[in-house]
């Protein structure tokens, strides 16, 4: 008994192997546990120690693993447990953002998240360089960088209905979606960020165009009516158009964050308020009716500015009353290159030059009635060689270019003048004198059918003189017999004498012989 | 003190540990085999100190990934979420749910650490050969064995939950590392009492009550060959 209490036991085994198993649970636990990550966020709502996870493209890849405020109370510092082998996704340029249910027209994403609360997205970056300390964007981005495709920046005053993910089309088609929108620093304007996807956004170029697609742009103007509409869902949840006006130069697509104005609708994207107005008055002295602010000014038929305010003065002196137009001209909308002047040149001196010389050659503003269903009417320049020589006052400010009476007016006036005289023809005096005259006519027109009737008997008579069968008409005909036969012997005479013309004096010479 | 009465060691009669009978060996013989139920009979269990250690140690090692790996691995539509114990004791932790949070945490947490450091205890005051509160050790050991099988509640709790939460794809619960070793922390416990020899508490005061305070190793060695020279008082069957 002694010697058996001191041999070593063979229980050791057990603690030994208890030990190995430990040990090694523990380092598969630890070479298998994936780098621990801090992200930064605004607010810790719905996120849970120990619960919240990372998913990237729907994978679990962490778990939050602890929450607490950051020094300055101002921000909740999270740490994440990632998964192992994680190491390569935790770059400089990669992004964390909290997942909340959202629904926006279009589209409903991370509606699993009203069961299984928020959790954290990820967007892996590009970069190469390694980062483990994160801040979180603040909101879920609705594009993320694995879709191919470029960002373009959107100005615009209104909003209108545009939200994140609000669609994007291209000819009605969806290409791209909005990502966000953010009020620029003075409060004036907001900026869209747009999102369209490749192949579609190599259609983006300098002329590109863009506009509120939102709902049914009915729009009755001096050019008629027009109804513009996207799809249907865009009348819905609105939504953004864009084109890419025809141009004579092939465009390359353009930059990525490339800034465009968003227009409030097609007609005005393609037609927009001129960039560098120049104003200018117009006074007419004729009716202004159908002309409103913004009615189109146009040369020969081209839209070259708009009308900015029409007011009316009467001058109390000669009681002549006038309606001076105010106009706003984009003079490089008339098709003059300034870039080709060289940039020596003083633009101020050419836009001069260019309104004096289209003036002398007898460019005139004439109100013309665009739409005769509405009667609106709209401003027209156009060359009128026959009009009075005029010349522009460039010391006046507004400048006044020289005006010339609208083409209805004119027609008015003239019908106007016809009328007058018309009214001014003695027409009933006229009258009288024609009922006398039409009065002797019937009397002249009786005596001439006596007379007819005369003339009708007499050939009755006539008639029954040469009338078939009637015995002087068979004692004509024999007489006419007789006086042919002597006639053929009177022929046969003269032929004889004619071939022997001494017959006269010798007598027949055959019965002669 | 009653720790002053001999032990049965010191007459040369050994208790069997199955059925309780007292008797001594057969002539020649220094261990026997109850004459009762044939259990194998020693006047104290073979290395009783280094296996009840052994066991010990392997208990304490297993106790900490109980606690470390998820012991519950519940997969909801939510996600799938695993639990360590005292993950358990802090999501059941609240207003009306303590009890049972205290529950968990008492049989999962607390008896078992519990166990092992009582045993640690016995083990070291044994060694020691501490002759004090003899009566409150031999009273612990008696609590930490009854308590031994109650161990397991936690083990059956979840193992049951396992097996009756199956609703896939809803909903299933799957028992997790930390349940395996959780299991091995109380058998281990248990084959460390089991291994533990309550006799020994006695041997210190026995052996030292003959001579002064100071335990003496020559004594103890003496005490050993007693039962040889206590051979031929031979104890009449019952």
Redesign the interface.
């Known amino acids: 008994?002694?010697k058996?209490?001191t041999?070593?036991?063979l229980?050791?085994v057990?603690?030994v192997?208890?030990?190995i198993v430990?040990a090694w649970?523990?380092v598969t636990?630890i070479l298998s546990e994936g780098p621990k990550i801090t992200i930064v966020f605004r607010t810790a709502e719905g996120l849970e120690a120990?619960?919240t996870?990372i998913h990237y493209n729907g994978v679990?890849v962490g778990t939050l693993t602890a929450i607490q405020l950051s020094d300055d109370h101002k921000h909740v510092i999270t740490t994440a447990q990632m998964a192992p082998k994680t190491e390569g996704f935790l770059v400089n340029d990669t992004k964390f953002w909290v997942v909340k249910p959202r629904i926006s027209g279009a589209n409903v994403t991370g509606l699993g998240t009203l069961?299984?609360?928020a959790y954290i997205g990820m967007e892996i970056g590009a970069s190469k360089e390694d980062r483990r300390d994160f801040v979180a964007l603040e909101t879920q981005p609705v594009i993320t960088g694995e879709v191919p495709g470029r960002f373009f920046v959107l100005k615009t005053p209104d909003l209108g209905s545009i939200d994140t993910g609000t669609p994007i089309y291209f000819r009605r088609l969806q290409v791209g979606q909005v990502a966000s929108y953010n009020m620029d620093q003075n409060g004036k304007a907001l900026t869209v960020k747009a999102f369209v996807r490749a192949p579609y956004d190599q259609y983006v170029n300098g002329d590109t165009r863009f506009w509120h697609a939102s709902g049914i742009d009915l729009s009755l103007t001096a050019s008629g009516l027009s109804v513009q509409t996207q799809s249907a869902l865009s009348i819905l949840i609105g939504g953004i158009a864009f084109e890419t006006a025809p141009s004579v130069m092939v465009q390359p697509p353009a930059e990525e964050h490339t800034a465009f104005t968003l227009y409030g609708n097609r007609a005005e994207a393609f037609n927009p308020p001129p960039r560098n107005p120049q104003t200018y008055q117009l006074i007419f002295t004729d009716s202004v009716r159908g002309l409103v602010a913004g009615a189109p000014v146009e040369f020969r038929g081209i839209r070259v500015g708009e009308v900015a305010d029409i007011t009316a003065q009467i001058d109390l002196k000669t009681f002549k009353f006038s309606v001076p137009v105010t106009i706003r001209l984009d003079p490089q909308r008339l098709g003059v290159k300034i870039f080709e002047l060289g940039p020596t040149l003083n633009l101020e001196s050419m836009r001069r030059k260019l309104i004096d010389s289209l003036v002398s050659h007898g460019v005139r503003a004439q109100l013309r009635t665009g739409n005769l269903l509405t009667g609106s009417a709209f401003v027209s320049l156009d060359f009128f060689p026959g009009a009075p020589p005029a010349t522009v006052d460039w010391s006046q400010q507004p400048v006044q270019l020289p005006t010339i009476r609208g083409t209805l007016e004119a027609t008015e006036e003239t019908v106007e003048n016809i009328i007058a005289k018309i009214d001014k023809m003695p027409l009933k005096e006229i009258g009288d004198e024609l009922r006398k005259a039409i009065a002797d006519l019937d009397l002249t027109l009786t005596s001439a059918r006596g007379a007819l009737d005369s003339a009708h008997s007499t050939l009755d008579n006539a008639n029954t003189l040469v009338a078939p069968n009637s015995l002087q008409l068979e004692k004509l005909d024999q007489t006419l017999d007789e006086v042919s036969r002597a006639a053929q012997s009177l022929r046969v005479l003269a032929d004889f004498l004619e071939r022997h013309p001494e017959a006269l004096l010798r007598g027949k010479k055959g019965e002669a012989k | 003190m009653s720790g002053a009465a001999p032990t049965a060691m010191q007459h040369g009669l050994q208790s069997c540990e199955t059925c309780g009978l007292l008797s001594r060996p057969a002539a020649g013989e220094?261990?026997g085999r109850c004459p009762r139920c044939a259990e194998e009979l020693s006047?104290r269990k073979?290395?009783s100190l280094?296996?009840t250690w052994?066991?010990l140690?392997?208990?304490a090692?297993?106790y900490?990934?109980a606690n470390v790996?998820p012991v519950l691995t519940t997969t909801t539509?939510?996600?799938?979420?695993s639990d360590t114990i005292m993950?358990g004791v802090v999501l059941l932790w609240s207003p009306t749910g303590w009890p049972l949070s205290l529950i968990v945490l008492i049989a999962s947490i607390m008896i078992p650490s519990a166990k092992i450091l009582a045993l640690m205890y016995l083990l070291i005051t044994v060694q020691r050969g501490s002759v004090h509160n003899n009566a409150q050790r031999i009273r612990m050991y008696r609590m930490v064995e009854f308590i031994g099988r109650w161990s397991m509640v936690d083990v059956f709790v979840d193992t049951f939950t396992a097996a009756l939460i199956q609703l896939q794809p809803l909903m299933s619960v799957e028992p997790g590392?930390g349940l395996f070793?959780f299991a091995?922390v109380v058998v281990?416990t248990m084959l460390a009492v089991e291994?533990f020899d309550p006799r020994l508490i006695w041997d210190s005061i026995s052996s030292k009550e003959p001579s002064s305070d100071e335990a003496n190793p020559g004594e103890a060695?003496s005490n050993?060959a007693n039962p040889n020279e206590a051979n031929p008082n031979e104890v009449s069957y019952a």
């Open positions: 008994m002694p058996k209490r041999r070593f036991s229980v050791w057990i603690p192997l208890a030990a430990g649970v523990a636990r120990g619960k996870k679990d069961i299984s609360g | 220094v261990e006047f073979h290395d280094q296996r052994a066991y140690i392997a208990a090692i297993c900490i990934p790996l539509a939510a996600g799938a979420e993950q590392p070793f091995a281990f291994a060695n050993e």
